[in-house]
C-alpha cells in the first residue's frame, strides 16, 4: 500500500488555511467569514500569495453557496476568488463542509445528507473543473464526536448511535463527492482531515485509552475500506445499534484520501486518570476521571507530532499532509509551535514517511473557538495576519512563513526559548511522571546548551520595567533588566558598552523621568531622560540593528481637539514633561524609522502600589474618601495588557508611532467610580474637584484621552479592571511585596 517511490517526494511544501467554518448551534449559524471579514475582502488574496504557500484551504461552503438548493445556488464569491487564487499561482483546496450539518433542509443524521452533498459537489467540480484538490467535508470524526456525542453543535445528539450515523454519513458524502466530482475530473485528489491525537492514561483507564485511540481512526479507516467484522472497534458499531450493511458499504465503495489531512493542536493529545480529585473540576467528567491536555499534566511532555506521523504511515502508507497547525498563544509561542512542527515533519520525511506539505491555520486567525463557537463573545486568535487594525497586519508568523517557504533559515530569535508546552509553569496540577520514557526533542535538550539573545530592559526599579520583566519571565523570553548604573541611556558610551557585552536582539526603554509636576522645575534632568537618552538609544540601535520600543505618552497633546487622538494628530504639549515626550518622538524617528515609539497613558496594575486605581481601591475598601479631579479625561492603560501587545509588537517588527490603551475615555474621579463599583465598594466616597484645586500641578490637557488608526490590540477598560482585581487578589494571597516606582502618584500620567 506504500508509495515508495521517493522521486514523487520532494521539498516539504508549506500551504496555508483560512478559518471559514460555518457551524450550527440550534437554529443559529456561526460563520467565521462574517467574523473575520474575509467575505468582502479579495484583497486577502494576495497577502496569502505573498507568504510563499503553494496551496490554500479554501471555503466554498454548501451552507453558504446553496443553502436553499442547486438551483438557486449563487456562484458569485466562489467565481471571483477561485480563478484569483489559480492566476496567484496558489491551488485552492476547495472545502464544501466545515464543522457544518449542510443547509437547513439536511443535517448530520439524515440519510439523504450524503446524497445531497455529492450534487452539491457534482455542481461545484462542473463550475470549476481545473481544480485538483478537495476536502468535502472537514474532520468528520471530530465534527459527529461536537454534533453527535458531545451535544455541542447540530443536531446536538448524546449519545454513540448519534455519533456514529453523523460520522458515516460525513463519510459516505466524501465518497460520493468524490465520485460526483471526479466524473468532472478525474484526477481530482481528497485531502481528508482529522484531528490527529493520541490519549495516555493512568493503568487504571487503560482500556478507556485503548478506545479513544482506535476510535480517532474510525473516519479514516472507513474511506480505506478497512473495517469488517476483524476490525478492532466493529463490537463498539454493532452494540450502538449501526446495521452492518452501513459499514460494510465502505468495503464495497473505499475512497482512499490522496492525502492524509493531520491537524494537530496542543488540545489533540489527552491524559486520563482516575484521580479526579488532583485536577481542575472543569476536567472532570460525568465518568469521574480527568480528561486534560497531556502539556498540562504529564511531567514528562510528549514528543509532538512526529510520532504520531509515524503511526498514521504505519496504518496508512498514504502520503500526509499537516493540514493545521495552529496554537493560541503569545507570538513567540505561535513561531516555537510553527517551527517544532516544520522541523517534525522534515523528521519523518527523512525517516521515509511521505509527508508533502505544513499548512499554517488560520492565516486570519479565529473568533471564539475558546466556547467552540457555540457563542459570539468576539475572542479572537490571531493567526499569520492580525485583523484587529484597519487592514490585515501581518504578525511574525507571516515572516516565518516566507522564511519557511523560501528555504531561508529562520530569523526570530525568540525561538531559541522553548513553547509554553514544555516550561515548567505548564501545569494544571500535581505533575504525574509516566511508566513510559519519553525522548526529549533535539531543542528541548539543546536549550541550555545554546546562546541566547536577551531583551535588555531599562528602568529596572520602575513600574514599566518591572512589569516587563516579570512578563518576560512568564513567556521564557530571555531579558535582562539594567539599572542606570549598568547603561545610562543619556550616555552613548554605556549604551554601547551594554549592548557588547550582552549582545541583545532588542532593547525596551522602560525607564525615564515620570514626574509630571515636578519636571516645570526640573527640565534639564527631564529632558536629558526623556528625551536625550532615547535618542542615544536609537542611534546605537540604528547602527547595531536592534530593534528599540520606547514610550511617549498622551500628555504630548493639548487636550484642543475635543476627542480622542490619533497617531497623526499634530502635537502640541502644554508642560515640562509632554515637551520632553514630543522631542524624543521626533528625533528617535528622524535617526532610526524602525524604531517602536508607543504613546500610552494613565498606568495601572497589581504589581506596584502607587499607581491610581490601587490608591483608590486601598481607600475606598478601607471606607476614606478619595479625591480625584473630574475634568481630565485620559485612556486608562492596564500595564500587563501594554507590556503583552508591546512584547508583541516587538517581535513583529512594528515600527512608527502606535497608541496603545484600554479604550475608554473617563476623568480620573469616573476611574475611581468605575473600580469602585466593580469592588464592591461605596462609590459615593469619590469627592470629584477640578484639577485646579490640586496644589503643585503642571498645565494639563483637559482631554487626552487615545484612539487609534493603526489598530485597537487591547481589551476594554471593564474587562481590564475585572481582570486587575482579580489580579490584586492573587497578589494578596501570594504575599507579593514587589512595590514599583511611585510614577503615577499624580493621576496615573505616563
Request: glycine share 8%; aromatic share 10%.
Amino acid at each position: 500500500m506504500k508509495n515508495d517511490d521517493l522521486n514523487q517526494r520532494g521539498k516539504i511544501e508549506l500551504w496555508g488555511g483560512l478559518e471559514g467554518t460555518v457551524n450550527r448551534v440550534r437554529d443559529r449559524y456561526f460563520s467565521q467569514m462574517d467574523q473575520n471579514g474575509h467575505a468582502t475582502r479579495i484583497g486577502d488574496l494576495d497577502r496569502f500569495a505573498a507568504l510563499g504557500i503553494t496551496a490554500l484551504r479554501y471555503p466554498v461552503l454548501w451552507e453558504l453557496t446553496a443553502p436553499d438548493g442547486i438551483e438557486s445556488a449563487d456562484w458569485s464569491w466562489a467565481d471571483e476568488r477561485l480563478p484569483a487564487l489559480r492566476d496567484l499561482g496558489v491551488s485552492p483546496i476547495v472545502g464544501l463542509v466545515h464543522h457544518g450539518s449542510g443547509p437547513r433542509h439536511t443535517s448530520l443524521v439524515d440519510p439523504g445528507f450524503a446524497p445531497k452533498l455529492a450534487e452539491y459537489a457534482g455542481a461545484v467540480a462542473r463550475r470549476y473543473p481545473w481544480v485538483e484538490y478537495y476536502t468535502p467535508v472537514n474532520e468528520p470524526c471530530t465534527t459527529a464526536r461536537f454534533a453527535g456525542l458531545y451535544g455541542v453543535w447540530y443536531p446536538h445528539g448524546h449519545d454513540d448511535l448519534t455519533f456514529l450515523q453523523a460520522l458515516l454519513n460525513q463519510c459516505k458524502g466524501v465518497v460520493l463527492s468524490m465520485r460526483a466530482i471526479r466524473e468532472v475530473n478525474p484526477d481530482a485528489k481528497l485531502v481528508q482531515t482529522d484531528d490527529l491525537g493520541k490519549t495516555y492514561s493512568t493503568p487504571e483507564l487503560a482500556d478507556w485509552a485503548d478506545f479513544y485511540n482506535e476510535r480517532r481512526w474510525l473516519a479514516w479507516d472507513l474511506l480505506c475500506g478497512m473495517i469488517d467484522e476483524d476490525h478492532q472497534l466493529w463490537p463498539y458499531l454493532m452494540k450502538s445499534g449501526i446495521p452492518p450493511e452501513d459499514v460494510l458499504w465502505f468495503r464495497a465503495n473505499p475512497c482512499p484520501p490522496d492525502v492524509m489531512g493531520l491537524n494537530y493542536y496542543i488540545t489533540s493529545e489527552r491524559w486520563l486518570d482516575h484521580r479526579g480529585e488532583r485536577y481542575p473540576q472543569q476536567y472532570v467528567g460525568a465518568h469521574g476521571f480527568a480528561d486534560i491536555e497531556t502539556a498540562r499534566a504529564l511531567a514528562t511532555p510528549t514528543p509532538g507530532i512526529g510520532p504520531l506521523m509515524e503511526e498514521v504511515w504505519e496504518r496508512y502508507g498514504l502520503p500526509m499532509a499537516v493540514t493545521e497547525a495552529h496554537i493560541d498563544a503569545n507570538r513567540e509561542d505561535q513561531l516555537r509551535w510553527l517551527h517544532e512542527v516544520w522541523n517534525a515533519a522534515h523528521d519523518v520525511q527523512k525517516k521515509g514517511g511521505d509527508v508533502r506539505a505544513v499548512t499554517v491555520w488560520s492565516l486570519l486567525g479565529s473568533y471564539d473557538w475558546n466556547c467552540l463557537v457555540t457563542e459570539c463573545h468576539g475572542y479572537y486568535e490571531n493567526g499569520a495576519y492580525d485583523l484587529r487594525s484597519p487592514e490585515p497586519r501581518p504578525t511574525a508568523l507571516a515572516g516565518l512563513m516566507r522564511e519557511l517557504a523560501s528555504g531561508r533559515a529562520p530569523s526570530a530569535p525568540v525561538l531559541q526559548g522553548l513553547g509554553w508546552w514544555r516550561r515548567p509553569g505548564r501545569f494544571l496540577c500535581p505533575p504525574v511522571a509516566t511508566s513510559t520514557t519519553v525522548a526529549a526533542l533535539p531543542a528541548e535538550r539543546n536549550a541550555e546548551k545554546r546562546p541566547v539573545q536577551p531583551i535588555l530592559i531599562s528602568g529596572a526599579t520602575g513600574t514599566l520595567g518591572s512589569a516587563f520583566a516579570r512578563i518576560c519571565a512568564e513567556r521564557n523570553l530571555a531579558f535582562k533588566v539594567l539599572t542606570r548604573q549598568q547603561m545610562d541611556i543619556a550616555d552613548p558610551a554605556s549604551v554601547d558598552a551594554a549592548i557588547r557585552r550582552y549582545q541583545p536582539w532588542a532593547i525596551v526603554n522602560a525607564g525615564g523621568y515620570v514626574r509630571v509636576h515636578d519636571a516645570e522645575q526640573d527640565s534639564g534632568r527631564c529632558q536629558r531622560e526623556n528625551a536625550q537618552g532615547p535618542v542615544v538609544l536609537a542611534i546605537a540601535c540604528a547602527r547595531h540593528d536592534i530593534r528599540l520600543l520606547t514610550f511617549s505618552s498622551d500628555l504630548v497633546f493639548d487636550g484642543s481637539k475635543g476627542g480622542p487622538y490619533v497617531e497623526s494628530d499634530p502635537v502640541a504639549p502644554l508642560n515640562v514633561y509632554g515637551q520632553s515626550k514630543a522631542d524624543a518622538e521626533r528625533r528617535v524617528l528622524a535617526v532610526n524609522p524602525e524604531a517602536l515609539m508607543v504613546r500610552t497613558s494613565a498606568f495601572f496594575g497589581p504589581w506596584d502600589r502607587h499607581n491610581f486605581v490601587t490608591l483608590a481601591l486601598q481607600a475606598l475598601a478601607d471606607g476614606r474618601r478619595f479625591t480625584a479631579a473630574d475634568d481630565l479625561v485620559v485612556s486608562p492603560t492596564y500595564v500587563p495588557d501594554l507590556v503583552q501587545a508591546c512584547l508583541d509588537m516587538l517581535i513583529d517588527r512594528e515600527r512608527g508611532i502606535w497608541h496603545l490603551s484600554n479604550g475608554a475615555a473617563v476623568s480620573w474621579a469616573d476611574l475611581a467610580r468605575r473600580v469602585a463599583a466593580l469592588a464592591g465598594a461605596d462609590a459615593a466616597l469619590v469627592d470629584a474637584i477640578p484639577a485646579t484645586a490640586l496644589a503643585g500641578q503642571a498645565p494639563q490637557p483637559r482631554y487626552s484621552a487615545l484612539g487609534s488608526e493603526r489598530g485597537t490590540l487591547l481589551p476594554t477598560l471593564d474587562d481590564a479592571l475585572a481582570r486587575y482585581l482579580k489580579a490584586v487578589q492573587e497578589v494578596a494571597r501570594e504575599g507579593d511585596t514587589h512595590v514599583g516606582a511611585a510614577q503615577a502618584a499624580h493621576y496615573g500620567s505616563s
